[in-house]
């Protein structure tokens, strides 16, 4: 069973996706029921309202629309998150590498996490760098309407976050490929690995345990040594049980 494959693993890495922040009443993205798919906003499909060029063309409305849907400050880590930090803590897992971008594996107290997709807890001034926290982007109420400017050069602040038509966070991924190539036990959970980047990012996985943890099916369930068909928070709090008591 997967707390038996975890402690007798040399080098254990966690591979999540949204499923792990849904479980936290983060909607997903891309399911059925997630953002993506709902009805236009504002005249605009989600992901055109979140993409580079919207931003440039119109960073009023792009703000308007981040801070009221990809922003959840009331949001805390579930279950699943915080068996991650329990797990690392006690040397039982290396990393986490994520999707998300609501910051809940820090939360929870894992340190090493990397976040493909960014996080919107960090702001940055396109034009010099400075970073700012969250809340800079919520106080920002000025002569320009709600679009956030730097202190330092009035540059525009940007959410750390990678937007539509934008790249993956080049050194996150980098260090994911390590990570997942140095593994010998790879948990993908909360993901049906359909969408870039998870299903290139397992083709470095050369370890010994395969482990799959989704409520539904994913393209990768025959290559797997263990698959689970539960509820992410639900198996690692099992886990956790069974280790720690
Ligand atoms: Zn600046």
Known sequence: MLANIIQTSKNTVFFGGAGVSTESNIPDFRSEKGLYTTKKVYGHQPEELLS?????HNPQLFFQYYKENLIYKNAKPNAAHLALAK??????????ITQNIDGLHQAAGSKNVLELHGSNHRQYCIQCGKTYDLDYIFDAQ???G???KCRECRGLVRPDVVLYEEQL????????????ATADCLIVGGTSLM???????LRHFSGTHLVLINKTETAYDKC???VIHESIGKILSQVIEHIFG
């Open 52 to 56: 580079r060029t919207f931003f440039e």
């Open 142 to 144: 000025n002569c320009e």
């Open 169 to 180: 966070n080049k050194k996150a991924l980098d260090l994911a490929i390590e990570a997942i």
């Open 224 to 226: 797997a040594n263990l």
């Open 87 to 96: 797990l690392e803590q006690n040397n039982l897992l290396s990393t986490v």
């Open 146 to 148: 709600i679009i956030p």
């Open 195 to 201: 969408v870039y980047p998870a299903a290139g990012l």
